[in-house]
């Protein structure tokens, strides 16, 4: 018999993981970024790799923003 077979008299799973405060989500969300320590407004120091990546992703919004474009889409200078 499959072990992963179910039973009929097996009860159910909780949902009860579904229920979560905004207190909470907001938290998990912050852990998640990596954020957790910081309080709301407060500067979080990033590592040279970090404002590197930050700074080539400004460069190029920047870029795409003051580009041209057509039907056809963006077009990008590379």
């Not at 993981?17 to 954020?35: F, N």
């Not at 970090?50 to 200078?77: S, T």
């Amino acid at each position: 018999m499959n072990a992963l077979a179910l039973s009929s008299d097996a009860p159910e799973d909780s949902d009860s993981w579904l229920e979560v405060s905004p207190d909470e989500l907001d938290g998990m969300m912050q852990r998640a970024s990596g954020a957790g320590g910081s309080a709301p407004g407060e500067k979080v120091e990033l590592g040279d790799e970090h404002g590197q990546a930050l700074g080539d992703l400004a460069k190029q919004v920047e870029e795409f923003v003051g580009g041209q474009g057509d039907v056809e889409g963006a077009r990008f200078v590379e």
